[in-house]
């Protein structure tokens, strides 16, 4: 049994990754080679695997493809990559470029989008009251009626994988159900209910 329920308050800016682009040519021109120990090329797949790295710590979990040449590992070297992000399923490009050599450690700088990232969903409260009437409406298939429902008076906090135990009584029965917020993205939740 799922049920689906719009939570009231929008607690997060959902924001899409606008991306435009593609893998393009590789820009060298400025570069210069800085540390002569250091090795002549690096592979573009290492590179898009560190802007991986760099936009995760912007908040960002995206795809990066810079292909998989081999390019000189030179400060100024610069590659337009293309990028997906799964959980907006948009697609676009970042530039990817050397911007300092210490040996064989690098500096990279990763200019794409002006989106802001989304964050991860928080949790938030919802009476115990409307709890309880989502799961009264996800028991009255199984049960043949809608029960009435008691999870208790305090607020509940909605988080992905909260459980709760609720109490429920029907004209022909009684128990209690373990309801399960199965999933929560800042504005909407399910929960699935089972019986104890």
Same mark, same amino acid.
């Given at each position: 049994? @799922?049920? @689906?329920? $719009?939570? $009231?308050? =929008?607690?997060? =800016?959902? +924001? !899409?990754? !606008? !991306? +435009? /682009?593609?893998? /393009? $040519?590789i820009d060298t021109s400025g570069a210069e080679r800085v540390d002569d120990g250091a090795p002549a090329t690096i592979n573009a797949a290492d590179l898009a695997l560190t802007a991986e790295g760099v936009v995760a710590e912007q908040g960002f979990d995206v795809d990066i493809d810079c292909g998989t040449d081999d390019v000189p590992f030179a400060v100024g070297t610069s590659l337009e990559c293309s990028a997906f992000d799964e959980a907006s399923e948009t697609s676009g490009a970042y530039t990817v470029t050397i911007s300092s050599i210490d040996g064989s450690n690098y500096v990279l700088d990763v200019v794409g989008s002006d989106a802001a990232p989304t964050p991860a969903a928080e949790s938030a409260f919802e009476t115990a009251e409307a709890f309880a009437g989502l799961t009264a409406d996800a028991l009255s298939g199984p049960l043949g009626e809608t029960p009435v429902v008691d999870c208790g008076t305090d607020d509940i906090e909605i988080f992905a994988g909260q459980e709760v135990r609720c109490a429920y009584e029907t004209s022909s029965a009684s128990g209690f159900v373990i309801s399960t917020v199965t999933s929560f993205d800042g504005a909407f939740y399910e929960i699935s209910v089972d019986e104890e």
């Open positions: 049994m @799922t049920r @689906t329920r $719009a939570f $009231a308050p =929008a607690l997060v =800016a959902a +924001s !899409l990754l !606008l !991306l +435009s /682009g593609c893998v /393009g $040519a």
